[in-house]
């Protein structure tokens, strides 16, 4: 993963904020569905370039340029989404390897307990037999 850092003015970002929160993003998918956009769109100039040139019939490029911009903002969010599911899981993984580590461990010291348990109550058994008789 790359990290990229913008600064925009105060309004600006209130005004991504408002969008992104209608459309169910979080800040981090708001800027990357935004550059998924921005990028689509750059591509879809490209396209146009084509359609001045005679080379596409304009409708059809059309469709297919709002079809792409919104696919690569979807993608973006949805790697985004993928890449924070993948740290979960690691962490996941993590903190599961550590318990059954310490599961292991605990077991251990039960069945250690355990038959000193047996012993003293032997020892009790022994003592309370003395002393009766």
Not at 12 to 20: C, E, N, P
Not at 67 to 84: D, I, N, P, S, T
């Amino acid at each position: 993963m790359a990290r990229w850092t913008i600064e925009v003015d105060e309004e600006t970002a209130q005004r991504w904020r408002d969008f992104w929160g209608s459309h169910g993003l979080s800040e981090a998918e708001g800027l990357l569905y935004f550059l998924g956009l921005g990028f689509a769109y750059a591509e879809g100039q490209a396209v146009l370039n084509g359609v001045a040139a005679g080379t596409h019939p304009p409708e059809e490029v059309e469709r297919l340029i709002r079809r792409l911009v919104e696919l690569e903002g979807r993608y973006a969010v949805m790697k985004f989404r993928l890449f924070q599911a993948e740290q979960a899981l690691q962490r996941w993984e993590l903190s599961h390897g550590a318990i059954e580590t310490m599961s292991a461990g605990l077991q251990e010291v039960v069945r250690r307990l355990q038959e000193e348990n047996a012993r003293l109550r032997e020892a009790l058994r022994h003592l309370q037999g003395n002393l009766d008789a």
